[in-house]
């Protein structure tokens, strides 16, 4: 939403709201009041001229009669009755001020205005408005209250009094539970808490499914890993698995709980541009990014290029990531865990951690694997395959020389095609 749009929904919602409470406490106690009437009436007339319902007429399909109505009803807000001081209505021309209230449609611009706000949790966008709604209607049924007699409770001497005990019988009502302290004992009355109760029931209903569906995305993300560890039991049963494959399987998807809550990041990230995408993974990994010797100098360009061309893997205890005489497609970083290198004859050479970098000398002279590199423990690991690889040193020849540097220093290590130890 542009700024100036921002703005002027604000500006409108607030006008809305304000004629919607002002108004019916004008009506109810102020009688003859002509300098107040004018105000309201040019101050109506002055929201409507900036919401400009002429052109969205114009912009409507006739086919579409809602909109249209909404459109006439924008209209005859703005005609100043008051101003028009109709002759024939003599003391009781300000009564036509209640056609005013037909503003309040355009309540939806709070909506409107919290969907604009992109700094505003989804969650909280949803839910701030009905408690923006609300307060409106119990006011307007309160009032509409006193000005019918407000029941068996009766008038009382004390407007603010009245007031309170009406909004307590509106609250009642909208609820459904109705006490009956206070109940109708004229037709007209007994014709407006039916009304009154109808409406409760549907605002009710709203509530209760929105909400609802608001405390189901609070844990939607456990909702999601639950349904996907539902299907796999399912599967795993049909298959009739072994308990040491089921228990290697539920380690996993526990391990992704408890580090991504159940998301990979493919999933969450790939409907983003690739700006987000890079900010999003620099922000996230930027410690380990800097414990790189091969990047900690580098520049915030380089950085981002790297980041959107990385992909996230995650190996399992045991996996082996590649092995000798495998071809040399990719360089791994190590964002969270351990891995093991293993010479041609399956000994241990070196145990890497979060921070370090391996694979890069079969990349950089296309020769294979010289080493088997096999995960530890669960790793959550960074590959930036061959193909992006050759376009980064295409575009940053320094990075290639900073990593032959690198690689060069590390030529004391025979056989081991991985970095040493950083951290």
């Avoid at 605002?203 to 349904?227: C, K, P, Q, W, Y």
């Amino acid at each position: 939403m542009r700024r100036s749009a921002r703005w002027l929904h604000i500006l409108l919602g607030i006008g809305v709201v304000v004629v919607g409470f002002w108004l019916p406490l004008r009506l109810l106690y102020l009688g003859q009041a002509p300098a107040v009437d004018w105000a309201l009436d040019l101050g109506v007339l002055g929201l409507m001229l900036l919401a400009r319902p002429w052109q969205d007429a114009q912009a409507e399909s006739p086919d579409h009669w809602l909109p249209l109505i909404r459109k006439a009803i924008d209209f005859t807000v703005m005609v100043p009755f008051d101003l028009l001081a109709l002759p024939w209505l003599g003391d009781h021309s300000y009564r036509l001020l209640a056609i005013k209230l037909l503003i309040l449609h355009r309540i939806y611009l709070v909506r409107l205005l919290f969907d604009g706000l992109g700094m505003l949790h989804p969650i909280l966008a949803r839910l701030v408005p009905i408690f923006v709604f609300l307060p409106p209607l119990v006011h307007l049924l309160s009032c509409g209250w006193i000005a019918l007699g407000s029941g068996t409770a009766g008038v009382d001497a004390s407007p603010l009094h009245a007031y309170i005990k009406a909004v307590y019988w509106a609250m009642t009502t909208l609820t459904t539970v109705g006490y009956g302290d206070i109940a109708a004992k004229t037709s007209i009355q007994m014709l407006y808490v039916c009304a009154a109760q109808l409406i409760g029931v549907a605002i009710f209903g709203f509530i209760v499914s929105n909400v609802s569906s608001i405390l189901t995305r609070l844990d939607a993300a456990r909702e999601h890993h639950m349904n996907q560890l539902d299907r796999l039991e399912t599967y795993m049963n049909y298959h009739m698995l072994p308990q040491t494959l089921r228990g290697r399987v539920r380690a996993y998807y526990r391990y992704m709980w408890q580090t991504r809550q159940g998301y990979r990041d493919d999933e969450v990230l790939g409907s983003l541009p690739p700006k987000l995408r890079a900010d999003i993974t620099l922000h996230m990994n930027l410690d380990t990014v800097r414990r790189i010797p091969l990047l900690a100098n580098a520049s915030e360009e380089l950085v981002q290029d790297i980041m959107l061309e990385l992909n996230s893997v995650v190996a399992v205890p045991g996996e082996r990531i590649f092995a000798v005489g495998d071809p040399g497609d990719a360089i791994y970083f190590i964002h969270g865990g351990e891995v093991e290198i293993l010479d041609r004859a399956d000994q241990p050479l070196a145990v890497l951690h979060s921070g370090d970098f391996f694979g890069e000398t079969a990349l950089l002279t296309g020769a294979p694997r010289s080493a088997t590199v096999r995960a530890l423990q669960f790793c959550d690991l960074y590959v930036l395959p061959k193909a992006a690889f050759d376009q980064v040193v295409v575009r940053y020849p320094e990075f290639q020389q900073e990593l032959l540097v690198l690689t060069r220093g590390r030529e004391g290590m025979p056989g081991v095609d991985t970095a040493q130890r950083t951290t």
